[in-house]
């Protein structure tokens, strides 16, 4: 059986997603495939290609993760180009680095990481989602000058209850990504 590409996220409210893709009205000049509603997620780990025969593991770890940590709030504060500013590919909303945020993401990666399911990456984690990918070749050909600014300030809030194990199938259309299942935080 072929392996499935596995990763660790946190999903969003749909008031939440809702709001964030309504910033595809203020930049419609920008060529690029812009997130699908269900799609908007801001990943903790990305494990990469995984067994059937290693899923039980991990769910039966992140199980474990979800009774070590309380719920808590999450705020997005501002768009901008990613993941390189002077090279940008895409649109990021970015989360804030609370401690509660960090302990989670860090205890998911350890946990992972000591049964040996994950290589932690050398880059530093930042919370942030994808709301839309340039079509580069378009993006491109766009004078420097005609690119708008997206440096924006934003507020929104949401209360994070669990965290979901997804699968993410590359299709002709984009990725799409399926909840496998929901850890509850409760601790």
């Given at each position: 059986m072929r392996p499935r590409r596995i990763f660790v996220a946190i999903n969003l409210p749909d008031d939440v997603k809702e709001k964030?893709?309504?910033?595809?009205?203020?930049?419609?000049?920008?060529p690029a495939r812009w997130a699908?509603?269900?799609?908007?997620?801001?990943?903790?780990?990305?494990?990469?290609?995984?067994?059937?025969?290693?899923?039980?593991?991990?769910?039966?770890?992140?199980?474990?993760?979800?009774?070590?940590?309380?719920?808590f709030e999450?705020?997005?504060?501002?768009?901008?180009?990613?993941?390189?500013?002077?090279?940008?590919?895409?649109i990021w909303a970015m989360g804030e680095k609370s401690s509660e945020f960090l302990e989670l993401q860090k205890d998911v990666e350890r946990t992972l990481a000591a049964?040996?399911?994950?290589?932690?990456e050398a880059r530093s984690f930042s919370p942030h989602l994808t709301l839309a990918r340039f079509q580069t070749t378009q993006f491109r050909q766009m004078d420097p000058?005609?690119?708008?600014?997206?440096?924006?300030?934003?507020?929104?809030?949401?209360?994070?209850?669990?965290?979901?194990?997804?699968?993410?199938?590359?299709?002709?259309?984009?990725?799409?990504?399926?909840?496998?299942?929901s850890f509850m935080l409760k601790k």
């Open positions: 964030l893709l309504e910033y595809k009205n203020a930049w419609q000049e920008i699908k509603k269900e799609n908007l997620h801001l990943t903790l780990t990305f494990l990469g290609n995984v067994s059937e025969q290693e899923l039980p593991e991990i769910i039966r770890l992140l199980q474990t993760v979800g009774t070590r940590h309380s719920p999450v705020q997005i504060t501002r768009l901008q180009y990613g993941p390189d500013e002077r090279r940008p590919r895409m049964e040996n399911l994950y290589t932690p000058e005609e690119r708008p600014e997206i440096a924006e300030k934003i507020s929104l809030s949401f209360q994070v209850k669990s965290l979901e194990l997804m699968e993410s199938k590359l299709k002709r259309s984009g990725a799409e990504y399926t909840i496998l299942q």
